[in-house]
């Protein structure tokens, strides 16, 4: 049986984040199975980003030089209102078997609501961690206009869902402390990242030669976005106060500087007296990207807030420890199956939660890894995930969730 689905989501701009990455990583599974998949995206037809996507995707957003300095300007374009969305799903749903919406906050979930209402055709929606109560805390006046948006709009996507995915039990209960009266029918269900393949000698040949530095010395990995939320400048400080202890060790601060912040964590590294030894490469992908898992000797992500954290399981794929602080919602099997370090996202956290990563035996870190992989495979493997996830909602005579 063909199952067709299509995704619905803001952007198919790479650089965008986890959300993207995901849709794109379990549609690949699915066409190897001879699923059809689709993406429909508010970005602009003649965004670059969407010729290159490797999915087919349908871009119904406003295009043209004046749209883009507008949207800078007026919320209600930043939002990504496309008057083409709704129209174009009453005219082409029915032509799927299900539909998901990636993501809250824009207008793709609200504008898919107006599109299917009425229709039959089911959709899922996956928050993709968006109603997690630390953007509330961080960012209380955003708050205010999504308490606005909740009442008027997002509250009903949820309400009429089919099933609100969530990839880990602390993201569902962590949803529940920003809106306790939370609609929907809840299910927890498997999230990941594909299998590592490859060459190793060549994709480790590829990172090395993009960080030569790397030939010399250990290497602590951070991949990821450059964002405030990752916690880099935890990771900076903690990773200068135990410099004299680490010497044979370089910190690679690996990913795409999207809000101009790498400047400020340059600077910060300076200012600590080791920026000889804290490396940014920039984005990665392809075979650079696996050859940085394959290299470092562990791997660090100190955020304040992560929905699941792809590049986690990306490295515990690749036989690599990690170090994660418990706002990465995943940190509670992480450290139940031995496979890393969970600590506070403080300063004194990551550098204990550091200390005890680098310091520890090299016997000790080793077995760490191999517990890395092993729960990689039993939890994170996206080829096994995806297709769990194609049951669910592909299949009417099976696949409702349960109220939780």
């Known amino acids: 049986m063909t199952v067709k689905v299509l995704h619905v989501i803001g952007s198919v701009d790479p650089r965008s984040g986890g959300p993207i990455e995901g849709v794109f990583a379990s549609s690949r599974v699915w066409l190897e199975h001879g699923h059809e998949r689709h993406v429909l995206t508010l970005d602009a037809p003649d965004d670059p980003w969407v010729a290159a996507s490797p999915i087919p995707a349908i871009a119904v957003g406003p295009q043209g030089r004046w749209y883009r300095f507008l949207r800078r ?75 606005l948006y909740w009442r008027l709009f997002e509250h009903k996507v949820l309400r009429d869902a089919a099933g609100v995915l969530y990839t880990a039990e602390e993201e569902r209960l962590r949803a529940r402390q920003t809106f306790p009266a939370l609609p929907g029918r809840e299910v927890v269900i498997g999230y990941g990242a594909r299998d590592i393949g490859g060459d190793p000698q060549a994709q480790r040949a590829a990172f090395l030669d993009l960080l030569p530095a790397a ?51 340059e600077a910060l590294a300076r200012r600590l007296g080791v920026a000889g030894r804290v490396h940014f490469p920039g984005m990665v992908s392809g075979d650079v990207k696996w050859g940085a898992f394959r290299t470092a000797s562990c791997f660090v992500l100190p955020s304040h807030q992560e929905n699941f954290g792809v590049a986690v399981a990306e490295a515990m794929a690749a036989g690599l420890p990690v170090l994660i ?72 005579d099976g696949s409702a969730p349960q109220q939780r």
Request: glycine share 10%.
């Open 73 to 147: 300007w007026v919320p209600w374009l930043r939002y990504g209102y496309a008057p083409r969305l709704a129209p174009w799903l009453r005219r082409h749903a029915a032509h799927y078997d299900a539909v998901i919406v990636n993501g809250l906050w824009n207008y793709s979930s609200y504008g898919t609501w107006r599109g299917l209402r009425g229709s039959g055709v089911r959709y899922f929606v996956f928050p993709h961690g968006m109603l997690d109560p630390w953007f509330a805390e961080t960012y209380p006046r955003k708050h205010i206009f999504k308490r």
């Open 215 to 265: 030939r010399h010395h250990r290497i602590i990995l951070f991949l990821g976005r450059i964002h405030p939320k990752k916690g880099i400048d935890l990771l900076i400080e903690a990773y200068a106060r135990l410099a004299p202890r680490l010497s044979d060790y370089d910190l690679a601060i690996v990913g795409p500087d999207q809000t101009g912040w790498r400047a400020d964590l």
């Open 325 to 396: 602080t418990g706002k990465v919602n995943i940190w509670r099997e992480v450290e139940a199956d031995g496979a890393g370090i969970g600590v506070d996202d403080t300063l004194d956290g990551v550098t204990e939660g550091l200390r005890r990563m680098c310091l520890q035996p090299e016997a000790e870190r080793a077995a760490m890894g191999r517990r890395a992989r092993a729960s990689f495979l039993t939890r994170y493997d996206l080829k096994k995930n995806a297709l769990d996830l194609l049951a669910l909602v592909g299949l009417p």
